[in-house]
């Protein structure tokens, strides 16, 4: 199995099905990565030990996502000095995600974590590229085909539209 690059971790179980939008990017863009449970209210010593651990490991960029008061992130960018993107997950009980993207979001100064959108995980895997795109050029290309595939779409939309109205404007 290859090197890990970037390690996902995630609270429970039933951020799942958000947190596997940022695998699924991964696993298109042929990226090795590691996925695991770690709450870090309910098994604080697993956190800390993962956190500790990540960049011995191979991991570059941890993904964290939790829902609620979500400690997750800012406790492993506490721990470690990888850089983590926080996702904020809105749950069942949720301040209609308020609680997870401010316990995520306004972490006090010293311990950034970079917070993408509630639910955001894509983006989240999208940015631990970038980053990683940085030094290494096979990743790098790998993202320009991502945004010139962005374009592409956009390029359909325009040409659809301007097939639909005759007034369209094309500034090119
Ligand atoms: C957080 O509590 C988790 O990240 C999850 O989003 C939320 C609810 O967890 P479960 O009750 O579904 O296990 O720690």
């Not at 990017?25 to 996925?35: A, C, R, T, V």
């Not at 962005?150 to 094309?170: C, G, R, W, Y």
């Amino acid at each position: 199995m290859k090197t890990p690059l970037i390690g996902i971790v995630m609270g429970s179980s039933s951020d799942l099905k958000v947190m596997q939008e940022a695998a699924h990017f991964l696993q298109e863009q042929d990226i090795s990565f590691e996925l695991t449970i770690v709450s870090a209210h309910r098994t604080p010593e697993r956190m800390i030990k993962y956190a500790e651990t990540a960049k011995q490991r191979g991991i570059q960029v941890i993904i964290a996502g939790a829902g609620g008061a979500a400690h997750l992130p800012g406790m492993i960018a506490s721990i470690t000095t990888l850089p983590v993107i926080g996702v904020p997950i809105l749950t069942t009980h949720s301040i209609q995600g308020w609680d997870a993207v401010l316990s995520i979001l306004q972490m006090p100064a010293g311990i950034p974590v970079a917070t993408v959108a509630l639910n955001g995980a894509k983006n989240a895997a999208i940015l631990a590229l970038s980053i990683l795109a940085i030094h290494d050029e096979k990743i790098n290309q790998k993202m320009v085909a991502f945004k010139t595939s962005l374009k592409a779409k956009v390029d359909t939309m325009i040409s659809e539209t301007s097939q639909k109205f005759p007034n369209h404007f094309d500034p090119q």
